[in-house]
């Protein structure tokens, strides 16, 4: 079992940067497929990111794509989120999520949650 942690949200302006963590407690951090969801006020969660055990391959959702980087510190048992050119649009509740061995968007097939951390981006 894994313990998740997620931190770095809050309000910037569009147009600006934000970088999100997710501290991982628990079981081997390095075995699991971490992904990024979020989910924004009065719509349900969506995929955002994903990243496999060693950070070899990553998989973006369409509309972050080029503007968003997911990353991975086994050392430190951290997952991270680099938000770039942030957009009203990506206003939502962050979160990260583990997968023991499924590596895709299904956000059912993902084992442990963390609580999530809001970011909202103002025009």
């Known amino acids: 079992q894994v313990q998740l942690v997620e931190s770095g949200g809050g309000l910037v302006q569009a147009g600006g940067s934000l970088r999100l963590s997710c501290a991982a407690s628990?079981?081997?951090?390095?075995?699991?497929?971490m992904g990024w969801f979020r989910q924004a006020p009065g719509k349900e969660r969506r995929f955002v990111a994903l990243i496999n055990s060693s950070g070899g391959s990553t998989y973006y959702a369409d509309s972050v794509k080029g503007r968003f980087t997911i990353s991975r510190d086994n050392a430190k048992s951290t997952l991270y989120l680099q938000m770039n050119r942030l957009k009203p649009e990506d206003t939502a509740v962050y979160s990260c999520?583990?997968?023991?061995?499924?590596?895709?968007?299904?956000?059912?097939?993902?084992?442990?949650w963390g609580q999530g951390t809001p970011v909202t981006v103002s025009s």
């Open positions: 999520a583990a997968s023991t061995d499924y590596y895709g968007t299904n956000i059912g097939s993902y084992d442990y």
């Open positions: 628990g079981r081997t951090f390095s075995s699991y497929i």
